[in-house]
RNA sequence: UCAGAUGGCCGGGUGACCGCGGGCUUUGCAAGAAGUUCGAGGAAAGUCCGGGCUCCACGGAAAAACGGUGCCGGUUAACGGCCGGCGGGGGCAACCCCAGGGAUAGCGCCACAGAAAUGACACCGCCUACCGGCCCGGUCUUCUCCGGAAGAUUGGCCGCGGCAAGGUUGAAAUGGUGCGGUAAGAGCGCACCGCGUUCCUGGCAACAGGAACGGCUAGGCAAGCCCCACCGGGAGCAAGACCAAAUAGGGACGGCACGUGAUGUUUUUCGCAUCGUCGUCCGGGUCGGUCGCGUGAGGUGUGGGGUAACUCACAUCCCAGAGGAAUGGUCACCACUUGCGCAAGCAAGUACAGAACCCGGCUUACAGGCCAUCUGACGCU
RNA sequence: UGGGGCGUCGCCAAGUGGUAAGGCACUGGAUUUUGAUUCCAGCAUUCGAAGGUUCGAUCCCUUCCGCCCCAG
């Protein structure tokens, strides 16, 4: 599971599906295919001024680091890029919450993304 | 006990499970794996000052301009920081606050009000001692045609003149109070206070105390321009150093083509130079990588010097370091706060805030707690 | 990292030591049968915040807060 680093990876996973649950917003898109390297699970955390100040935002990271560390090898495809976008409400949802809107918000996405293939 | 003042310290603890980053060791061709160890702060923040370090510029440097600092002494690598002292202000006190040089170097400003806002002159006003004029009132004397006239004296008014005491203002009015003095007044004189100059004493100095003299001529603002003294070359780790891909281009040498053409040499002719391709080597340099980068004006302890800031000696310790960025997530118990509750307990919450080249300060934010010293009031002995 | 600028009524803004102009908007009134236009009147109490200098501060100084811009 690699780490997303660049701005144009994000800018991507932005104009790809989002998803709003709860207390977090994800974004996901398909990897480019012209990646030398093996189909991989990518993820990237976003937190922005917005959260608060920079323990807040640092918080914010580290909570929902850790919600995807226990989720997205269970639930992830290969071969997609994946960005969680913490929230004003991230830092203060009780961690179970979270992960119950990490799963649902993945679920929806993959339903979204299989009727695209479908129609595609 | 209550109310305060100052200085310093801490700023959640323990355990379990799952994880993250750096170093070291072992293993492995490598990717990696295992073990072990370390892993945010008092402000890491704001970026307001000062340095280290690195590069650039330069004749050691100095000056102008610009910017900064501003009582005195000390401390320091340096500072606009800190410590001690002085002066001024506040508080019953402990103690706190102060950009606190120069206003006879010059320029500027001082609205409204007020006579006047800096040449103290004009104005209102006070005075009539001196000089002059007018008026008639009173008194006296003389003359008289009994209407009055002249003179003297006293009084009033005006001018010349004297004065800066007083003049509803204002933030501020050219020393203040008292006595004397005078026509009225005035530092005109005297006493005390304030101011200035000189001298003496104490102190390294700022300054303090005292004496004599000056008579007062010096209004405020320099966080207005300015003057004086002192300080500052510029940029910043994206500094800078090294390694170095593909592609394109540059240079040197050699081989092959050497002829038509093109360009340049102001124009024409002649002449000259350049423009091709292949190979080898060299240098610059982009993406990228490595270093800079954690032994330091370092921490802790003891002892010495100093009122203190600080400093010296000895012992001891190694204590984060990055790649867009690790230092976390969850649970249990304890501690604290708030709410509900008679209670047991239940629920919610736990300050401000996240290193990025480093260090010394300053400023700002901060739930709550601890320690020491001191002051005032009350009570007890 | 370094540098520069701004903050004044709900909005746009002038004023830069002496009690804050103007326009739009808003409110009330007049004109009109009604509305628009026009006219009259009103509308700043913390000039982003705190402290200081000054007799007096939106203005000068210091420190904070917020925003914008420039260079790398």
């Known amino acids: ?3 997303l680093k660049k701005r144009a990876d994000f800018l991507r996973a932005a104009r790809g599906i989002r998803r709003v649950e709860g207390a977090i917003t994800l974004e996901t898109c398909a ?7 093996p189909q991989k699970l990518r993820i990237g955390f976003t937190a922005s001024k917005k959260i608060g100040n920079a323990v807040a935002r640092n918080r914010a990271k580290r ?3 850790a919600a995807a560390h226990e989720l997205l090898p ?6 997609h890029d994946y ?5 004003g409400t ?3 949802r009780p961690f179970a919450a979270l992960l119950s809107d990490i799963t649902s918000a993945l679920r929806s996405a993959h ?7 479908g129609e595609g």
């Not at 990897?31 to 390297?37: G, K, R, S, Y």
């Not at 960005?83 to 929230?87: D, K, S, Y």
């Open 90 to 92: 991230t830092v203060a």
């Open 111 to 117: 339903r979204k993304l299989d009727a695209k293939a």
């Open 63 to 65: 909570r929902l680091r």
């Open 83 to 87: 960005v969680l976008v913490a929230r």
């Open 74 to 79: 269970l639930l992830g495809r290969q071969g």
């Open 31 to 37: 990897t480019p295919p012209d990646e030398t390297a």
């Open 1 to 3: 599971m690699d780490r």
